[in-house]
């Protein structure tokens, strides 16, 4: 099973429209986590989208259809940056996924719009996977 997902910091910090696609083949949770570690305990992170797809090869070609996609708007500068899209909302990343995924006719399970917190996924989606 492998993840692909959105991810926005608080608001407060300029989290709505700077948005980090990523994905995972392990445990979302196990992910979010990392997310977490900075926060501490004054902002929960969370994904504010999921979805997934049975295939890793097939979550990978979407994560890099996304990133050429919007390279216009990514960071890019030092590590750790390169891969967050500025100026672009997490809606913005979903509809272009789908839109790829409908021309390609190829079938993600969409989980919907987050917050999707450790507690949400281990509750809705432990015996999906």
Same mark, same amino acid.
């Given at each position: 099973?492998?993840?692909?997902?959105? *991810?926005?910091?608080? /608001?407060?910090?300029?989290? $709505? *429209?700077?948005? /980090?696609?990523? #994905?995972?083949?392990?445990?979302?949770?196990?992910?979010?986590? @990392?997310? !977490? &570690?900075?926060?501490?305990?004054?902002?929960? %992170?969370?994904?504010?989208? &999921?979805?997934?797809?049975? +295939?890793? %090869?097939?979550? /990978?070609?979407? $994560? !890099?259809?996304? &990133?050429?996609? *919007?390279?216009?708007? %990514?960071?890019? #500068?030092? %590590?750790?940056?390169?891969?967050?899209?500025? $100026?672009?909302?997490?809606?913005? #990343?979903?509809?272009?996924?789908? &839109?790829?995924? @409908? +021309?390609? =006719?190829? $079938?993600?399970?969409?989980?919907?719009?987050?917050?999707? =917190?450790?507690?949400? #996924?281990? @509750?809705?989606?432990? =015996? +999906?996977?």
């Amino acid at each position: 099973m492998a993840w692909y997902y959105t *991810f926005n910091p608080p /608001k407060e910090i300029g989290g $709505e *429209f700077n948005t /980090k696609p990523g #994905i995972t083949d392990s445990s979302p949770i196990g992910r979010l986590g @990392k997310y !977490q &570690l900075p926060f501490g305990p004054c902002w929960e %992170a969370h994904y504010t989208w &999921l979805c997934y797809h049975p +295939d890793i %090869a097939v979550i /990978k070609w979407i $994560e !890099q259809s996304v &990133l050429g996609h *919007f390279r216009s708007r %990514a960071y890019g #500068i030092g %590590a750790g940056m390169t891969e967050w899209v500025v $100026e672009t909302t997490w809606q913005e #990343i979903r509809d272009y996924v789908l &839109l790829i995924c @409908k +021309d390609t =006719n190829i $079938e993600i399970v969409d989980c919907g719009p987050g917050p999707w =917190n450790p507690v949400r #996924i281990e @509750k809705e989606l432990s =015996n +999906d996977n």
